[in-house]
Structure formats: C-alpha cells, structure tokens
C-alpha cells in the first residue's frame, strides 16, 4: 500500500497561531449547556471576520486567530472573538467559561457534535472517548524546515510540566477533587492516539511512524495522531497542546508568550550549532505526571543526571533567560506574568481555595467564568511590521 509522503508546509518565520477553546454555561444551575453550534452560527453572520469553529462537544465553541507575527497581535485578534462570543451569549442568555474541565457537569449528558469523524472516534474509543469533557490551548509557532521540527518538539518536551503548571485548571471532576491539578492531562492521554509523542530524532522517522499508522488504519479514525506536542505540517508549524484552557486572555498570553519564546530559543540554538536539550522518555513521562499531579509544586527532573528543581524555580529562571528573546519578539510584558501567575497562583489553584471558602463546585463554575472579563490581556497595541 502507497501513502502520499506528509509535505511540511515550511514558515519563513517564527509565527503565531492560537486555538482556545471556549464552553457554554447556564446562567443558573452553572452546568454545561449543548448550544455551541447555535452561537457558531450566530456569529457568523454578525460578524463573518470572526473565525469560530465547532468543536467535538456541542457546549463548545472554539477561537482561532489569523496568523500572527507577535503574542499582542494574536490575543487582539482574540479579544475581538471574544467579543462577538459574548454579545452572542448574552443574546443567547448563556455565559462563557473555560478551564481544562469542569468540575462537576456529566459527561454523559454532554453531546457530541454531529460530524462523521468524532462520531467514529466515540464508536472507536467508547467508555474512554466518551470522557473527554475537556479544554485545552493549542499554540502554533511557525517553523523554517521540517529537519528543525522533531529537535524543537523533543527540547520543548523537557519544559512539559513548566508549560502545564501555569495553565493547570481541571481540579475537579464529577463533583470531586482529584488531588491533581490537571485532571485533564491524566484522562486526555487515554486515547490511544494521543498523549506523549514518541522521540523521533528526524523528519524521516516521523514519517516513517506516520506511514506505518496509515496503513495500519490508525489514523483513518481521527484524521491525525493527538500527541501533546505534534507537527502540523499543513500550516508548517509545530503545534503545542500541552497546556490546560485558560479561563482568561491575561494567563493565556502569558502561556502563550512563554511558548513562542521557548519555541525561538531552541530554534536559534539549532542556528548556533548547539544542542538541544533531551530527557529519556522515561523522565518526561514522570515529569509529565508530577506536572499534573502537583502543578506549581511539582519538583521535576532537570537533566539526563536526574537532577531536580522545583518547578517554580525553573520557572524564573525561564524568564530572566528568555526576556531579552521576548523583548525581540514584543511579547516581554506577556512573558513577565508568568511571574504574576507564580506569585498569585495558578487557576486549580484559586479553584480550589474557592472550594474550599464556599464548598460549591457552582461558586467555583462562576467565579472561573468571571475571570474572562476581570483578568484581561495587557493593553497594548499589537506591533506591526
């Protein structure tokens, strides 16, 4: 059987794209509500400039910026989005919220929305596949040459838990605290297309994986593999998935900003002839679950030595290393709240002090949802070329 090779599209430049993932709640009870489609529609035709699409449930709708060349430009464009959303929801007497799951809403009342492809992915997957009442922030950065993608995606991998503990916010679920701080991460990897990408050390191995899983009929169930971090050779970028949804523009230009930065760092390394960091698999399948098990307080494996850091640390010293990269790259302010979510803390963090304050899973639903208009993006206007 012949496979038509995967062509990457290339990106002369390191930009920008993102994808954030928005659901709908009611305004009472705080519960999920199926009419993402509707609101899709809606916006549509006020505004034809926003791009929406329909997600895999029907509660959800998803944002998408253009491509972008800074973090402000991008997270303009979706200050915009959000605004056709909510003068729809609001006509629709519905309210907004995000998180990487909600911590109390039945996935079995939940549905899916009608396209063939996630209809065959319930069928295939059942008990598993049905769970995935779950957000998450997609970042694409645009990449030179496919030779560049695997050494990127494998260095990036060594950040995991640096990337999930500032966006960790799924707590809860099914009305309890798992003691995790992304609960998502953890039920996402489930699928049997998703999870961890395995450590290709080139394009050609890549493909190689791919072909294999093509003729397999892998792929012929969900289009594509769901890894945490992946290629995405039709944009030519490398798509980062690593990261819970945020509940507000604010915490997702910092992860945003964080992403792009380390994205550059690496491929700029690859320009110096320098090598890339690695971890063996096994250190970042464990770092991978300190990160959501413990977010800010995970303490995760910094080298091939298994020395350890706590991640908090780790993550300052990110930041100093990476601002004048980010200054570069007009996305310094975004960078620097990276700072402000270790000083304040992370959402599972205040979820849960919610919780705890109140003992309501619907105080935590509303007080998350609030954050989409109290925490906003620094005001700065997008750098143009």
Not at 143 to 161: C, F, G, Q, S
Not at 273 to 288: I, S
């Amino acid at each position: 059987m012949n496979t038509p090779e995967e062509k990457f599209a290339r990106s002369a430049e390191p930009t920008l794209g993102v994808e954030w993932e928005v659901a709908l709640i009611d305004r009472q009870t705080r519960d999920l509500v199926p009419r993402g489609g509707e609101l899709v529609d809606k916006v549509r035709k006020t505004h034809p400039d926003v791009h929406l699409e329909k997600e895999f449930l029907q509660n959800t709708v998803e944002l998408v910026t253009g491509v972008c060349k800074t973090v402000p430009e991008a997270m303009a464009d979706l200050e915009r989005s959000l605004a056709a959303v909510r003068e729809a929801a609001d006509e629709m007497g519905v309210d907004l919220w995000s998180s990487g799951g909600h911590p109390f809403s039945d996935f079995r009342k939940n549905a899916v929305s009608e396209k063939s492809a996630y209809s065959e992915i319930i069928n295939r997957t059942q008990y598993w596949g049905q769970q995935m009442l779950l957000w998450g922030t997609h970042v694409h950065v645009g990449i030179r040459h496919e030779d560049r993608v695997w050494p990127i995606i494998n260095a990036l991998m060594t950040k995991y838990p640096h990337l999930l503990a500032i966006s960790a916010s799924s707590p809860a679920w099914e009305g309890l605290d798992t003691g995790y701080a992304s609960n998502r991460t953890m039920l996402y990897q489930q699928l049997p297309t998703a999870g961890m990408p395995y450590q290709f050390a080139n394009w050609e191995q890549w493909q190689d994986y791919m072909r294999d899983q093509s003729i397999s009929g892998v792929i012929n169930h969900t289009g594509s593999m769901h890894f945490d971090i992946r290629p995405a050779s039709k944009w030519g970028t490398v798509e980062v998935r690593v990261s819970d949804a945020a509940s507000n523009l604010r915490e997702l230009s910092a992860i945003v900003a964080l992403t792009h930065c380390l994205v550059v760092h690496y491929d700029r390394m690859i320009d110096r002839g320098e090598e890339l960091p690695t971890l063996q698999p096994w250190h970042v399948a464990e770092n991978k679950w300190r990160g959501a098990r413990y977010g800010m307080e995970a303490l995760v494996i910094t080298s091939r030595d298994t020395d350890e850091r706590w991640v908090t640390e780790e993550l300052e010293e990110m930041i100093e290393q990476l601002l004048p990269l980010a200054e570069e790259l007009d996305c310094a302010d975004e960078l620097l709240l990276v700072q402000e979510i270790i000083d304040g803390g992370a959402a599972y963090q205040r979820q849960r002090a919610v919780f705890e304050e109140t003992g309501s899973w619907e105080e935590v639903v509303s007080r998350t949802s609030a954050e989409m208009d109290e925490l906003r993006a620094p005001g700065r206007k997008p750098h143009t070329a």
